[in-house]
């Protein structure tokens, strides 16, 4: 998302290009996109892993009607529109078939069995191999289930937010359902190297997030120091703890860090190499656990539209 979209200036194709393809090349293997996130992002994704077709997994997300002239983002699940939406990310992905295709947000307007029913249809047509849900609650995930396996389900997790442990995770667990944990850095915040004064440009996103306000981040950074000197004591980085982690919940648990610079990708490659012992996740956990997170995740508008 991060190389077009969200977080300020695009990054240069070829240099956007030239990144994905270094990923590849110290093992990364799964890549994840949406239309939502500018045609140009899908187009970048599928120019950049064409030679490794096969030896990649792509993921990529419907729901939203993209491109609009009022720049609004509006939700929409309907089939004719998915229908349409697919074939142009089959074109920009340079793809045969989508490995992974999300549902971006629960659109209330369409009932999720009508969305799994026409997932389901492209699945049977050959355009899509497996059916993922974004941000969804758990009984949609049963009722999507029922129709159309579910084989992923992405959603916000990470140090700093945890809420998936209480109903999500229990319920993908049951059902044999992966997840995909997104902003496993706290959008950038876990990583310590966000001045706490720092304003954010229109442009990013997190110039509208209650979280990323002056007040919110001042308060929050008790918590990235305390994890920048677990981090120490373990030789690693903040944002290799935050990921290793994560890896250390559940072996069906896969984190999306994303980046636009070559050192902060090598970082994060390296925090699979972190193992956890049960010591450390306890210790990790008494650590944090005491020290409040300020601000909301999401804007009242957009926090409406996940958990539904």
Same mark, same amino acid.
């Given at each position: 998302m991060g190389l077009s979209h969200g977080y300020g200036p695009a990054t240069d194709r070829s240099d956007a290009i030239a990144l994905i393809r270094a990923a590849v090349d110290l093992g990364v293997t799964f890549f994840d996109t949406a239309q939502i996130y500018g045609f140009v992002n899908e187009e970048i994704v599928g120019e950049a892993l064409e030679p490794f077709r096969g030896s990649v997994t792509i993921a990529t997300k419907f729901g939203f009607e993209v491109g609009r002239a009022d720049g609004k983002q509006i939700l929409n699940s309907r089939p004719e529109h998915v229908y349409k939406a697919t074939d142009g990310s089959l074109k920009r992905l340079r793809v045969e078939a989508i490995d992974l295709y999300y549902q971006h947000r629960v659109d209330p307007n369409v009932p999720i069995e009508e969305v799994a029913g026409t997932v389901k249809d492209?699945?049977?047509?050959?355009?899509?191999?497996?059916?993922?849900?974004?941000?969804?609650?758990?009984?949609?995930?049963?009722?999507?289930?029922?129709?159309?396996?579910?084989?992923?389900?992405?959603?916000?997790? #990470?140090?700093?937010?945890?809420?998936?442990?209480?109903?999500?995770?229990?319920?993908?667990?049951?059902? $044999?359902?992966?997840? +995909?944990?997104? #902003?496993?850095?706290?959008? $950038?915040?876990?990583?310590?190297?966000?001045?706490?004064?720092?304003?954010?440009?229109?442009?990013?996103?997190? #110039?509208?997030?209650?979280?990323?306000?002056?007040?919110?981040?001042? %308060?929050? =950074?008790?918590?990235?120091?305390?994890?920048?000197?677990? %981090?120490?004591?373990?030789?690693?980085?903040?944002? =290799?703890?935050?990921?290793?982690?994560?890896?250390?919940?559940?072996?069906?648990? +896969?984190?999306?860090?994303?980046?636009?610079?070559?050192?902060?990708?090598?970082?994060? +490659?390296?925090?699979?190499?972190?193992?956890?012992? %049960?010591?450390?996740?306890?210790?990790?956990?008494? %650590?944090?656990?005491?020290?409040?997170?300020?601000g909301d995740r999401y804007p009242a508008e957009l926090q409406a539209r996940v958990n539904r």
């Open positions: 492209l699945i049977a047509e050959g355009k899509v191999k497996h059916f993922g849900l974004s941000e969804a609650g758990v009984s949609t995930i049963r009722r999507a289930h029922a129709v159309q396996p579910v084989a992923v389900v992405q959603s916000e997790y #990470s140090l700093w937010w945890r809420e998936p442990e209480k109903e999500v995770l229990p319920a993908l667990e049951e059902l $044999g359902i992966g997840f +995909v944990p997104f #902003s496993p850095l706290g959008k $950038g915040f876990l990583t310590g190297a966000i001045d706490p004064n720092k304003t954010f440009e229109k442009d990013d996103f997190r #110039s509208i997030v209650p979280r990323f306000t002056t007040k919110a981040m001042n %308060a929050n =950074q008790a918590f990235v120091e305390r994890l920048a000197k677990i %981090a120490t004591e373990k030789h690693a980085t903040p944002a =290799q703890i935050a990921l290793a982690w994560l890896l250390a919940q559940k072996p069906w648990i +896969v984190p999306i860090p994303g980046t636009t610079k070559l050192y902060r990708l090598d970082e994060n +490659v390296a925090a699979a190499n972190i193992k956890l012992t %049960a010591r450390d996740l306890a210790m990790i956990d008494g %650590a944090l656990s005491g020290i409040t997170v300020h």
